[in-house]
C-alpha cells in the first residue's frame, strides 16, 4: 500500500509569513494528489487536487507543486484564517492520506 | 445543496458491531463514487473504504479488512458502512465522502481519472470500549 508522509508535523508562523510544507508518497503516484484544509471540530476542506489545481474559491495564495513522490504546499502570506492542519491524499480508488501538517501561530 | 448525513454510531464492546449510515442528497447519487473515512480523537484522517458508483468495487484499508463492509443503495440514496468484530482502536469519528466528480469509467480501465473528495458528512462518532 502506498503511505504519505507529511512534515513537519507542527509549523510555527506569523501573519505575512510566506510557508511551505511537504509531502512525500512511499512509491510514484503521478499527480493524483490532493490537499486539505481541517480546522477543530470541522470536516476537511478541499484545497487542490492534481498536485497544483486550486478549487474554485481557494484563495490563490495557496499553491502547489510536484508529481512522482515528493509535492509541497505553499501559502504565500499566511493570513488569520489559516491556522488549521493540513492534510495530502494520494487518491486513486485506494486512498491514502499524511499525517498532517498544523500551522499554528507562533 | 449537497449534504451527506452519517448516523448509526455510539458506543460499543470490543468483539461488537455497528452499522453506519450516510443519507445522501442535493445531488445524483448514484452516478458518484464514495468513500468512508475516519479520524481517531486527537489525530490524523485515515481512509477506510471505497465503493465505486454501481457498487460492483470496493476497496478497503488493510487495518479493516476482514471486519468492515461496505455497501450503498442507489435507490434508497444512502451509503453503509457495517463494522463487525470492533476494536479499541476503531474508536474514532467516521465521515462519509464524496468523490467530486462523476465517472464515466470504471477504475479499472486506463480511461479512468481520479477525483479527491469534495464533500464530507459531519461524522458519526465509534467509541469502542469495555
Redo the contacts between chains.
Keep these: 500500500d502506498i503511505q504519505m508522509t507529511q512534515s513537519p508535523s507542527t509549523l510555527s508562523a506569523s501573519v505575512g509569513d510566506r510557508v511551505t510544507m511537504t509531502c512525500r508518497a512511499s512509491q510514484n503516484i503521478r499527480g493524483w494528489l490532493a490537499w486539505y484544509q481541517q480546522k477543530p471540530g470541522k470536516g476537511p476542506k478541499l484545497l487542490m487536487y492534481e498536485a497544483s489545481k486550486l478549487i474554485s474559491g481557494v484563495p490563490s495564495r495557496f499553491s502547489g507543486s510536484g508529481s512522482g513522490t515528493e509535492f509541497t504546499l505553499t501559502i504565500k502570506s499566511l493570513q488569520a484564517d489559516d491556522f488549521a492542519t493540513y492534510y495530502c491524499q494520494y487518491y486513486k480508488g485506494y486512498s491514502a492520506f499524511g499525517g498532517g501538517t498544523k500551522v499554528e501561530i507562533k | 445543496d449537497v449534504q451527506l448525513d452519517e448516523s448509526g454510531g455510539g458506543l460499543v464492546q470490543p468483539g461488537g458491531s455497528l452499522r453506519l449510515s450516510c443519507a445522501a442528497s442535493g445531488f445524483t447519487f448514484s452516478r458518484y463514487e464514495m ?1 468512508w ?1 475516519r479520524q481517531a480523537p486527537g489525530k ?4 477506510v473504504s ?1 465503493i465505486s458508483s454501481s457498487g460492483s ?1 470496493v ?1 478497503y ?2 487495518s479493516v479488512r476482514g471486519r468492515f463492509t461496505i455497501s450503498r443503495d442507489n435507490a434508497d440514496n444512502s451509503l453503509y458502512l457495517q463494522m463487525d468484530s470492533l476494536r479499541v482502536e476503531d474508536t474514532a469519528l467516521y ?1 462519509c465522502a464524496r ?2 466528480s462523476p465517472n464515466s469509467y470504471d ?1 479499472s480501465t486506463t480511461y479512468y481519472v ?5 464533500f ?4 458519526s462518532l465509534v467509541y469502542v470500549s469495555s
Design positions: 468513500n473515512v490524523g484522517l485515515e481512509w471505497y468495487r476497496y484499508a488493510d465521515f468523490v467530486s477504475i481520479p477525483y479527491p473528495f469534495d464530507w458528512g459531519q461524522g
